[in-house]
């Protein structure tokens, strides 16, 4: 729940209030249950309008790499499934609102709500980039260029040759800053440490002998063969680049690779300028396609929660649009108008805005400007910075061990923590109501659909309205805002004309 909560209008209230609206003041059409859902969505699309629910988070980094989406606490915590959107789809479509069980018509069957719902959440996931993963211990092969990845890979916009300089055996105790090796011999200061019972990300500070002093303490008792490593970012490129700057390229000897580029031909891949000549493995921030849905269990739809209602609208202008019984063009044209809108919108939503560590400001700079212009700064995972490095949405890396302060836009709460009262003002509750009648209406079809339109440009243009005067309550607002696609402006996935011109 964001910081403050509102106590003016209960849930119960709000119900009557829409059904009052949609002429079924007994909820003989409209169940309350049916009600209470169109508000939810309606608030996460008020909320992805206005940018309302900014909220602070306070969390200690005990990794590098740091996703909001599944940090225990954080308001941007991902929770929603694809058994409520099957709900929600069942609803719209006058089916039985059963879940993730089919009771409905031949008109559908829940594998066509399976599929609209997953070809469009992957498709969300490519277009906003928002699951973003460290992706480690990827094989490497000496004397070869390319590296295939795994095939729920879309994209990659950081890479790391990890060049293997000594894998002796090793001892020392859980908790301790050293270890005992067998050989010393090729480890150095500022090689990464891996292995059973090193802490993640711990690099080598000092050796005495066979003693290697670690810059994290020991997760658990250490025990076998430790690898030490010998990390380099590789810089994103393309042929092109390298042709006139790398001549002659494909001919040049083994060594230290220096950039790599994404391969055009599938499945996704990469290549280096300069095959490695050392055993090792490559480390990637990788963006993945989301989980399978299996219902009748439940599946993390792997998007934000507020992005839910944009899911619905892609898979329903999917369902609607195919030469069946089902078949409704103007629906199915609507949705999709309104699903392509929103997805334009995704990729400029502010997710996070400021930043602190161990209480001290700081920048939230892109993955992409960190690493060209602070070379090697996760080399020191622990005292880098002060800075907060976001690599995509909900995605980001922190100082270990830090207590990490940032500032968020939220999921739309429904509730207060007493599951009572709605989360929203009194000013803008009219404009919500206009989103949920709209949004209730879709089921009619028709004239009667068609005329809550009017409701949804109202409150479209009031949203832009609120969000104009929300940034204006600041002097820098604008600044804020954008931190959150720094990465997306510094290493462009969309090479488009308007691009083009302004770059």
């Known amino acids: 729940m964001p910081n403050g909560s509102y106590s003016w209008l209960s849930l119960t209230a709000g119900v009557s209030q829409l059904a009052a609206r949609l002429s079924d ?12 859902l169109y508000i939810y969505r309606a608030l996460q699309q008020f909320n992805l309008l206005t940018n309302t629910w900014k909220t602070d988070f306070q969390f200690t980094s005990s990794n590098l790499w740091n996703s909001l989406g599944s940090l225990a606490g954080s308001p941007r915590l991902r929770t929603a499934t694809d058994i409520q959107s099957y709900t929600m789809l069942e609803y719209y479509l006058l089916e039985p609102p059963t879940g993730g069980v089919w009771t409905g018509t031949t008109q559908f069957a829940l ?17 906003s980039a928002c699951n973003d993963v460290l992706l480690q211990n990827i094989p490497l ?17 950081r890479v790391r040759y990890l060049a293997l300089q000594a894998s002796p055996t090793a001892t ?32 080598v500070s000092s050796i005495v002998g066979t003693t290697v002093n670690l810059s994290l303490p ?15 970012t590789l810089y994103r ?12 390229l494909y001919q040049l000897p083994s060594g230290t690779p220096q950039t790599f580029q994404l391969s055009s031909e599938p499945p996704l891949s990469f290549d280096v300028d300069i095959t490695p000549n050392q055993p090792g493995v490559y480390e990637a921030v990788t963006s993945q396609s989301g989980s399978p849905f299996v219902p009748p269990a439940a599946t993390l739809l792997g998007i934000p929660n507020d992005w839910a209602f944009i899911l619905e ?16 063009r103007e629906r199915s044209a609507y949705c999709m108008k309104r699903y392509q809108d929103y997805l334009g919108l995704i990729t400029k939503t502010p997710w996070i805005m400021l930043g602190n560590v161990d209480g001290v400001a700081c920048s939230v700079d892109s993955l992409e400007e960190t690493d060209r212009y602070s070379v090697g700064w996760d ?13 995509g949405i909900d995605f980001l890396a922190a100082p270990v061990n830090s207590s990490i302060g940032v500032t968020v836009l939220g999921n739309a709460p429904l509730l207060d923590a007493s599951g009572t009262y709605l989360q929203i003002s009194r000013d803008q509750w009219d404009t919500v109501l206009d989103l949920a009648q709209s949004l209730a209406a879709f089921k009619m079809g028709g004239a009667e659909w068609k005329q809550t339109l009017e409701l949804e440009a109202r409150a479209v243009k009031f949203c832009a309205a609120e969000n104009s005067r929300l940034k204006s309550t600041g002097s820098f607002a604008d600044i804020l805002l954008e931190r959150g696609s720094s990465q997306d402006r510094a290493q462009a996935r969309y090479n488009t004309k308007e691009e083009q011109q302004n770059g």
Do not use: C, H, K
């Open 141 to 157: 092969t000496p004397n070869t260029r390319r590296t295939y990845l795994p095939d729920t890979t879309l994209d990659v916009p």
């Open 237 to 248: 490129d393309d042929t092109v680049a390298l042709e006139f700057f790398e001549s002659p």
């Open 172 to 203: 020392g105790s859980s908790g301790a800053r050293s270890i005992v090796v067998s050989s010393s011999y090729g480890i150095a200061a500022g090689l990464l440490a891996l292995g059973t019972g090193i802490a993640p990300w711990a690099t």
């Open 218 to 232: 020991n997760t658990g008792t250490v025990s076998g063969v430790i690898s030490f490593y010998s990390p380099t």
């Open 25 to 36: 003041p007994s909820m003989v059409f409209w169940t309350a249950a049916e009600l209470e």
């Open 379 to 391: 080399l020191n995972p622990t005292s880098f910075g002060p800075v907060i490095v976001a690599a």
């Open 313 to 328: 609208y892609g898979a329903l202008a999917d369902l609607l649009g195919r030469d069946t019984e089902a078949t409704d």
């Open 111 to 127: 594998s066509d709500l399976v599929n609209a719902l997953q070809t469009r959440r992957n498709e969300i996931l490519q277009v």
